[in-house]
Nanobody, 126 residues
Framework: QVQLVESGGGLVQPGGSLRLSCAAS????????IGWFRQAPGKEREGVSC????????YYADSVKGRFTISRDNAKNTVYLQMNGLKPEDTAVYYC???????????????????WGQGTQVTVSS
């Protein structure tokens, strides 16, 4: 059974940090691009960052550039999103997704991704 499971979300104060994990089971991540998306209440799902498998190239949305870092550990079949300098506007449910074409396009349209996790809540508040 193909499954992606996110973890690491929680409540953090502005300026704080969290590290999200995306663990795969039922398939190996090493041939997929992995993207992180987020969706705040009343807003559309937006692409935050992605990482390609072939060359580990990355993409970041302007809103998180310089604060978030995506990485992958193929040996652990896991992708991470290190989030530093968190702001209240980062509050959302964060999802990871796997893209079989391994393109990691800057458009990061959800329909480009084949498998999705269930999401993890990130709340940034004082």
């Amino acid at each position: 059974q193909v499954q992606l499971v996110e973890s690491g979300g929680g409540l953090v104060q502005p300026g704080g940090s969290l590290r999200l994990s995306c663990a795969a089971s039922g398939f190996t991540l090493d041939s997929y691009a992995i993207g992180w998306f987020r969706q705040a209440p009343g807003k559309e799902r937006e692409g935050v960052s992605c990482i390609r498998s072939s060359d580990s190239s990355t993409y970041y949305a302007d809103s998180v550039k310089g604060r978030f870092t995506i990485s992958r550990d193929n040996a652990k079949n896991t992708v991470y999103l290190q989030m530093n300098g968190l702001k209240p506007e980062d509050t959302a449910v964060y999802y990871c997704a796997a893209e079989a074409l391994d393109m990691c396009l800057a458009t990061m349209t959800p329909y480009e991704y084949d498998y999705w996790g269930q999401g993890t809540q990130v709340t940034v508040s004082s």
